[in-house]
């Protein structure tokens, strides 16, 4: 049974004569395209794509790391984090420092549970100058995961600087001061994240904990009851 175009793996000279000049100003991006597309097979056959052209067309290591990036971003997305994890390294490896790979890197490895190594990636991002609400909010994640609850609170501070709209921020925030006891704090946080969200049960019940933490048991009941009350809310509505 003959192989189908839908079947068949590209190789470089399957390319469309235009994408073959090297002369031609849209040739990185149709061949970052190109080999990006590639991810959804295995690492071999994309790694093996990238030597090909390499071979062809000799892709600088700019156009090469940013190949890996595409393809790691990709793994990164369907949930294949060893995948992932492998093509970002190689990025990184050709161009320490693209702040965006160390980024992405930070993220897949806390999907992987290494806050050790999610806190060296994200850290080096931010140093790299990605100073973005993305980066503190993560690297808040993953010194949160470590333990080290005083410096996560910091960044999930500096991460509601950049985006004072996000629920889940002030929410992290608020879980940090209360594992450091510092009780007014928390319930400052988490009373705005749910001004910003108020159909998030999570938020009522962490206030209620807080509150009773603080002896002020009549709020922190109110709190658990609205919790509830959206909780039946949401089964009733199939949330």
Not at 209 to 237: I, P
Request: hydrophobic residues 35%; charged residues 30%.
């Amino acid at each position: 049974m003959s192989e189908t175009p839908r079947d068949k793996k590209p190789s470089p000279t399957d390319m469309p004569p235009d994408l073959r000049r090297t002369d031609d100003r849209t040739f990185g991006a149709g061949l970052r395209f190109g080999l990006a597309s590639i991810a959804r097979w295995s690492d071999k056959v994309a790694n093996g794509a990238v030597s090909a052209y390499d071979k062809m067309f000799q892709i600088n290591d700019t156009d090469k790391a940013e190949i890996y990036l595409d393809i790691g971003s990709k793994y990164a997305r369907q949930g294949n984090s060893l995948e992932a994890v492998t093509a970002l390294r190689r990025t990184l490896e050709l161009e320490p420092s693209n702040a965006a790979a160390w980024l992405r890197l930070g993220l897949v490895l806390i999907r992987q549970a290494d806050s050790a190594g999610a806190m060296e990636a994200l850290q080096k991002a931010l140093e790299l100058g990605n100073d973005s609400f993305e980066v503190h909010f993560h690297l808040g994640e993953a010194l949160s995961e470590a333990g080290k609850d005083e410096t996560a609170a910091t960044h999930y501070q500096l991460a509601i600087e950049k985006k004072p709209e996000s629920a889940e921020a002030h929410y992290r925030l608020g879980v940090m001061m209360d594992h450091l006891k510092r009780y007014p704090e928390a319930v400052a946080a988490l009373e705005k994240a749910i001004e910003l969200s108020p159909r998030t049960t999570e938020y009522y019940q962490c206030l209620g904990f807080t509150l009773e933490s603080m002896g002020d048991r009549k709020k922190a009941v109110e709190c658990f009851k609205r919790a509830v009350e959206l909780e039946r809310r949401q089964r009733r509505n199939g949330l």
